[in-house]
């Protein structure tokens, strides 16, 4: 199963090329550094005390800001960093109160860190205490700053957070899935002081979660309401409430969603672009949590329909008209099958492969209109419903809407089986097809599924080629772009051409 959605970017991703260091002295450019915060990410890591690569989803459901509720920002914003709308990604006033209190205790316990550093943190460079990271975060925020509004800083940081681990140990990123984990809630239902609750988690996730340290969470619960009062965001009337109010658990359960068919081909296509997968390594991902959970449900849910004679395995995939792979399972049973029928498996596309041959059709200068009985073949038997119907007068734009079988072999041995297969390569077919008999035009060779869903891309997105790409690039912890993908798009329909 297959699905494009129209949502252009105006940065395009098809192949990885080796980068050199950008102006910046972290070695990002500015919409390198955009992608990497707004990102849900893989990053790689060590297993316990061995060599060996851990790849771990920091991933969560995202929300728009427009789903945000004021006071989950304020209350982040009170707590966090008062003077976050007055700076400019560094707090002089937060940094010297660190240094007097580092100073005092005789050792780092404090670094007077901005939200939006804290994103960098979190986002970009390894997490550490030390006076050297301390550096890099503050060049990174400065230069986040610069080149994006504190409404996305904040949104990035809020949809990007952690919040604590699930029972199986899997993170709880972004404030959706906290909410949702913490409450039973969306974030966007969230009320006043279970809004402080996570705000509040902040400073320590493990030390104040509500489920396993009730009197802890609630009593950091209070200073964010109070910082809350502090700021102006709220009265004290409106704080007292709140406490009465209380935590008011809804139904709603965690998005659940399983990537590791993802993470396989993520990580199959770095080692191919010659990426060595040692710990220490972010990999922006295109993957969204929310539609891959959705897609999931109904995925399984048309698999339970499907009776017992149906094919045993099954995948889909859900892409961008500019190529982001937003969701994609390989298989029924990971567990029991690793092998990713999205991006490995062959298969016959059946009559899928139809809108190539007429594309090849309508180059050659035939018209959408054209009957197909205007050029006969002698001793060829019709025997499409359609056909039948029309007495063999059917033009190229039904035998297409209607899918008609022998119709499409017509029109293929009218242009050649050559000039079909060419097309379908054109617009990203990679898999060989036979140029020798029009069964290809019904769909009898094989192609990979991925490949075959970035074809259709190009049909749908005014001719351009797109290759299904599931991640930006690589990053080291040090805020350094190992590798970045590049714009090769590439127009593969003449504008001229009309169906």
Not at 491 to 496: E, F, G, N, P, Q
């Amino acid at each position: 199963m297959t699905l494009a959605v129209a949502a252009p970017l105006t940065s395009w991703g098809s192949s990885l090329e080796k980068k050199s260091p950008a102006n910046s002295k972290l070695g990002l450019t500015a919409s390198q550094l955009v992608t990497l915060v707004t990102s849900n990410q893989l990053v790689l890591e060590r297993a316990g005390n061995t060599q060996t690569s851990l790849a771990s989803c920091y991933c969560g459901p995202s929300l728009a800001w427009e789903q945000v509720p004021k006071h989950l920002w304020q209350a982040l914003v009170a707590i966090e960093d008062r003077r976050f709308f007055m700076h400019r990604g560094l707090d002089p006033l937060g940094i010297a109160r660190a240094i007097k209190r580092n100073l005092f205790a005789g050792h780092f316990i404090e670094g007077g860190s901005t939200i939006t550093q804290q994103l960098c943190k979190i986002k970009v460079l390894q997490s550490s205490k030390s006076f050297a990271r301390k550096i890099d975060e503050a060049r990174c925020a400065l230069q986040l700053e610069g080149v994006i509004s504190k409404q996305q800083i904040l949104l990035a940081y809020l949809n990007g957070t952690y919040f604590g681990q699930t029972s199986d140990g899997k993170p709880i990123i972004g404030v959706e899935q906290a909410s949702r984990f913490y409450f039973r809630k969306s974030a966007t239902n969230l009320n006043l002081l279970e809004a402080a609750y996570l705000a509040g988690m902040q400073k320590a996730p493990n030390a104040y979660r509500p489920d396993r340290h009730p009197h802890e969470s609630l009593n950091r619960a209070e200073a964010v309401l109070e910082a809350m009062v502090h700021e102006g965001f709220i009265s004290k009337k409106a704080a007292t409430a709140s406490l009465k109010t209380g935590i008011r658990p809804g139904r709603l359960a965690p998005v659940r969603f399983d990537f590791r068919y993802f993470r396989d081909w993520v990580l199959s296509d770095l080692s191919k672009a010659g990426l060595s997968l040692k710990p220490g390594i972010r990999v922006p991902l295109t993957l969204e949590v929310t539609t891959q959970g959705n897609a999931e449900r109904a995925f399984q849910k048309r698999l339970n329909e499907l009776s017992e004679g149906s094919p045993r395995e099954a995948a889909f995939i859900t892409m961008k008209l500019d190529g982001r792979v937003v969701a994609l399972s390989g298989g029924r049973h990971y567990g029991r099958r690793q092998f990713n029928n999205a991006t490995q498996a062959r298969r016959q596309p059946a009559s899928a492969f139809k809108p190539f041959v007429f594309l090849a059709a309508v180059e050659r200068g035939l018209k959408p209109s054209s009957r197909l009985d205007d050029f006969p073949y002698a001793g060829e038997k019709w025997t499409d419903s359609i056909v039948s119907h029309h007495n063999g007068k059917v033009s190229m734009r039904e035998a297409l809407a209607k899918s008609a079988n022998i119709a499409t072999i017509r029109l293929c041995r009218r242009i050649g089986a050559k000039k079909v297969a060419m097309a379908a390569n054109r617009l990203g077919i990679k898999s060989q097809i036979p140029s020798d008999s029009c069964r290809i035009a019904i769909g009898e060779s094989e192609v990979i599924p991925l490949e075959l869903t970035g074809a259709y891309a190009a049909l749908a997105n005014g001719g351009t080629r797109v290759e299904p790409f599931g991640f930006w690039g690589a990053t080291s912890l040090t805020g350094e772009a190992l590798y970045w993908r590049t714009d090769t798009r590439k127009r593969v329909i003449h504008a001229s051409t009309r169906g």
